[in-house]
């Protein structure tokens, strides 16, 4: 398998690259619209065709580069088949395997950040989205967020991989790019070192987070795979243009 990791600095998504070797087939986990050109370049370079883009979630900090990605190269998009978005290609869900020449990902129903959050397991590791950070998680008081349910989907099908599997999160902040199933089990600061889930949701509930600055244009947009808004304030338009500084992780 051929995987790179990416990262886009504005919004501090990590996207994920998948290809296999045999057929030269590519998918791209929560890609990022202002990073399409570097995406599209990279992929160029490996001597890979993207088949398929993947989103953990409807995401509220970013637009999805699903859909101009289909327009430019022809990739089918798949979500999540409980978010019942009209324009997915594929529908993604618990139990099916999404098969990609030698790629098997295998999709995990993790509500808690949003209800129809999915992470996607892989052999030795797990894409956890925006449900498992490293020495975190995400916020769980938007998009009919829910602590109990993020705890349950931690503890129940995250922290049962296996200790060695490599967690490669949606997000990072600080420089960090991969953890592993036991290091969060660990040390996890809210749902590691035997955090209960009444401990969980009291410090979820006392975080008190701004309200996301960007959520009310990308959700809508995100419903639609990725519709950049046309009325984005200036301070955010960097949102949907070309990066010029979006590196690699």
Do not use: W
């Not at 101009?68 to 022809?74: C, D, E, P, S, T």
């Not at 618990?94 to 949003?114: A, F, N, R, Y």
């Not at 129809?116 to 797990?126: E, I, K, P, S, T």
């Not at 035997?194 to 979820?204: D, K, P, Q, S, V």
Request: a negative charge; charged letters at 20%.
């Amino acid at each position: 398998m051929i995987f790179r990791q990416l990262f886009e600095p504005l919004s501090g998504t990590c996207t994920y690259l998948l290809g296999c070797a045999d057929t030269g087939a590519a998918l791209l986990i929560d890609p990022v619209v202002n990073s399409i050109d570097r995406d599209l370049a990279e992929l160029q370079r490996l001597g890979l065709r993207l088949a398929y883009t993947l989103d953990t979630h409807i995401h509220a900090d970013h637009i999805t580069a699903a859909l101009q990605l289909k327009q430019r190269v022809g990739s089918r998009i798949a979500m999540p088949d409980f978010d019942r978005l009209p324009c997915a290609d594929v529908g993604l869900a618990e139990g099916t395997p999404l098969q990609m020449g030698s790629v098997v990902l295998q999709p995990l129903h993790t509500p808690g950040h949003t209800d129809g959050h999915h992470a996607y397991a892989l052999a030795d590791r797990v894409f956890t989205g925006d449900v498992l950070l490293i020495d975190g998680c995400g916020r769980t008081d938007f998009q009919n967020g829910s602590a109990a349910a993020l705890y349950r989907s931690v503890h129940d099908k995250l922290y049962t991989l296996a200790d060695e599997c490599l967690v490669y999160p949606g997000h990072d902040y600080q420089g960090r790019r991969v953890s592993s199933v036991a290091q969060e089990k660990l040390r996890n600061p809210r749902l590691g070192a035997g955090r209960t889930l009444e401990e969980f949701e009291r410090i979820m509930g006392e975080l008190k987070l701004p309200y996301p600055k960007f959520i009310d244009h990308a959700v809508p947009g995100n419903r639609r795979c990725g519709v950049c808004p046309d009325d984005l304030p200036e301070p955010l338009q960097a949102y949907c243009q070309n990066m010029t500084d979006s590196p690699q992780g």
